[in-house]
């Protein structure tokens, strides 16, 4: 049995030639907002003027630290502001999503939005 250098696709799944447009759009995601915490906490912030720390720990059903990390890596990226206060004595954390996040988000929305279309149309 001759080799012919294609690649092997495993019994039962058909080929599929990835498009061009396919990895365009792929290729332009923002892999910061991409991850799942990052996106739902970005997505939340869109429909909600501000959330404390605990509402979104408890919306995403995330650990403190977990929490935490993804929310850093968006403030650093100026997607996300915190504020910092007290109410009484209790320490009380929020959240707004900057201009510059919602662009992000919406630049991520639109290229979720090409690359379903573009798979649907092969």
Avoid at 6 to 24: N, T
Avoid at 81 to 110: M, W
């Amino acid at each position: 049995m001759a080799k012919t250098g294609a690649a092997r696709v495993p019994q039962g799944e058909p080929e599929r030639p990835v498009k061009a447009k396919q990895k365009a759009a792929a290729a332009e995601l923002d892999r910061l907002i991409h991850e799942r915490v990052r996106l739902g906490i970005v997505s939340a912030l869109a429909v909600n003027d501000a959330l404390t720390f605990n509402e979104l720990k408890a919306l995403l059903r995330t650990s403190d630290g977990n929490l935490s990390v993804h929310a850093r890596k968006l403030e650093k990226a100026q997607y996300i502001t915190c504020t910092k206060s007290f109410e009484g004595r209790i320490p009380k954390t929020q959240y707004r999503l900057s201009p510059a996040g919602r662009q992000a988000l919406e630049r991520y929305l639109d290229h979720m939005e090409a690359l379903i279309h573009a798979t649907r149309q092969g």
